[in-house]
């Protein structure tokens, strides 16, 4: 396998690998890697789709790609992702899935054509005082100290930054900023979380720093991303032949080693409490998601809380059995055996009252229901306790909605401190408290509050203790990678398999990259894999972020008149000079 970038490799086409109609392949999870895995199989590999088999512990595909209406409960999405232009490699695969809603068009030509006619942008970013704009301007309010703590944060080794939390190498000034406000909320970092996660999504959205405040860059699906993305893709794959094995709890993966090289041998798994299993050669491939965000998830409904389940977690047990095994295996518990610190909850409302939309409206400064971006990302309230966000994406969406609904995303990091209006933590909250609680910070009277949450809303939250265990400060070796050395027949991908580029986790693209990199391995595909946006080695983008990092204040020159007039006369006589001036690094 090899990385590339430009249009000679991105357009061509592979050649089909020898041997491969002899081959079989069984993947662990039906999540985005899975899914993704099975299609750069059948696209690029030229595998028989019939001779893939997709296990899932579930009824339904899609992993943490969720959405879905429960009939007593309403409306459920766990959690949503934001995407951008350079997700190479997940444009990569949907360019070649056929959209559900446009017939000739992919999921791709879908996608782009939606976010052209309607591209993304924030009106009101964060709020204060019950629903109030927050004044910022969009600035970062990053000190001179701050302003460096970052600076030696992103020029770090990746060794200086292992097992590390950002509150160790990110100083006071800098946690105050609003910069962090914008970050936190937006990626769901905590302050006790990976100082090198915290790094390489520097790096790999260095081009998005300009776009930080108002999401301005940021692109999102039509409706939620199960509808969206995964349904044409299992359509897809299901067309092809791709076998789905629902109910299906993958218990353990043996493995042989011997002279260097590594076979996986058997799967065993219980299908409706019912023992099984396959033996496997040197020609059968799987590919194994180890670890899960979603893992364990538990909802509660309007009248009842979610609870926090901390009892068997067959995901993460999986992986621990695979680990005691090798120790290039990676080490699950430096990420899944610390619930208090990756826990967090969400909910999904569900507005049932005409009056709740006009407070959106207010806040969002769009209609909600005019089928287009509203609040284009999330809204933070500054000042809760809770630390709440939310979100109004296009309407409707769900496609079951009816024209009257809104559906709103709700998420908090700080789920054990008491609320402002309901004075308990998230965690203990039914769906109605939690309304109620938005319903303040929306700038809803109080005279109202407690009659809309009862009867103009219909919420369900969700606990998910594991939600952020990839960001718990790790070292290299905790993941394994994703084809291990002297592997012949099996890889590990997901967001907990340790890719070879400089990519980060929590998103679309990570959970595509690690497949594409399995499946491209493994059957030694002539073609090159994606290689992450260079946008880190690009003079012209570091400068602008510096520039807005210092919220577009010049650098002066600190010297005598006569020498600093003359040293800027040298640095304009030069390239360096004209990038300066242009991105407004020098006064004029």
């Not at 696209?43 to 879905?68: C, F, N, S, W, Y």
């Not at 790999?204 to 405040?213: K, S």
Request: charged letters at 20%; hydrophobic letters at 40%.
């Amino acid at each position: 396998m090899f990385y590339s970038s430009g249009n000679y490799e991105a357009f061509a086409r592979p050649r089909k690998p020898a041997g491969v109609e002899h081959k079989t392949a069984w993947f662990v999870g039906s999540g985005l890697a899975s899914l993704a895995g099975a299609a750069f199989l059948i696209r690029d590999g030229h595998m028989p789709a019939k001779q893939i088999t997709i296990l899932e512990e579930l009824q339904v595909p899609g992993g943490a790609l969720d959405g879905i209406k429960e009939p007593e409960k309403g409306f459920v999405i766990r959690g949503g992702r934001e995407m951008e232009d350079h997700f190479e490699c997940l444009w990569d695969l949907f360019r070649s899935i056929p959209s559900l809603e446009i017939d000739g068009a992919s999921v791709l030509d879908e996608f782009y054509w939606l976010n052209k006619d309607d591209p993304n942008h924030s009106l009101r970013r964060t709020t204060i005082n019950q629903g109030q704009g927050a004044p910022t301007d969009g600035l970062f309010t990053l000190s001179d100290a701050a302003q460096k703590d970052l600076v030696k944060l992103f020029l770090a080794t990746r060794e200086e930054m292992e097992n590390r939390r950002i509150n160790e190498v990110l100083g006071e000034d800098f946690l105050a900023s609003n910069f962090w406000l914008y970050w936190r909320t937006m990626f769901a970092f905590e302050e006790w979380h990976s100082a090198l996660e915290m790094k390489l999504y520097l790096h790999r959205f260095i081009h998005h720093i300009g776009g930080l405040a108002d999401f301005s860059t940021l692109k999102f699906t039509r409706h939620n991303q199960y509808e969206s993305l995964v349904l044409p893709l299992v359509s897809w794959l299901r067309g092809q032949g791709v076998v789905f094995q629902y109910n299906t709890v993958v218990t353990d993966v043996a493995f042989a080693a011997a002279s260097g090289r590594k076979q996986a041998t058997h799967i065993r798994w219980t299908q409706h409490g019912a023992a099984g299993g396959v033996e496997l050669g040197p020609d059968d491939l799987v590919f194994m998601t180890i670890g899960s965000l979603t893992e364990n998830s538990s909802s509660g409904d309007h009248h009842t809380p979610a609870a926090l389940n901390q009892g068997p977690a067959p995901a993460w047990d999986l992986w621990r059995r695979i680990a005691a095994q090798a120790p290039a295996f990676g080490r699950p518990d430096v990420f899944g055996a610390h619930i208090p610190e990756t826990k967090w909850a969400s909910a999904t409302i569900t507005t049932l009252d005409k009056r709740i939309p006009g407070y959106i409206r207010k806040i969002a400064q769009r209609d909600p229901f005019s089928g287009k971006v509203v609040t284009g990302g999330i809204v933070t309230a500054r000042d809760s306790s809770w630390l709440l966000s939310w979100t109004v994406n296009r309407q409707p969406h769900f496609k079951q909605q009816t024209k009257d609904q809104i559906v709103v995303w709700f998420y908090a990091l700080f789920v054990e401190k008491p609320g402002d209006y309901i004075k308990k933590p998230m965690q203990d909250c039914t769906g109605e408290e939690i309304t109620r609680e938005w319903l303040y910070h929306l700038g809803v009277p109080a005279s109202e509050i407690d009659e809309l949450a009862a009867t103009g809303a219909k919420t369900v939250p969700v606990m998910m203790p594991y939600v952020t265990a990839f960001f718990m400060p790790r070292q290299a070796g905790d993941r394994p990678d994703v084809v291990p050395e002297g592997a012949i027949n099996f890889a590990f991908i997901g967001q907990f398999a340790e890719s070879k580029q400089r990519d980060c986790i929590f998103t679309t693209e990570y959970s595509v990259r690690t497949p594409m990199e399995a499946v491209y391995t493994l059957l030694d595909i002539e073609r090159g894999v994606p290689e992450v946006f260079n946008s880190t080695y690009d003079i012209r983008t570091l400068l602008a972020a510096a520039g807005r990092l210092r919220d577009g204040k010049a650098f002066h020159l600190p010297s005598p008149p006569l020498l600093r007039s003359a040293l800027e006369r040298k640095i304009d006589s030069t390239q360096i000079g004209v990038l300066l001036r242009q991105f407004h690094l020098l006064s004029d």
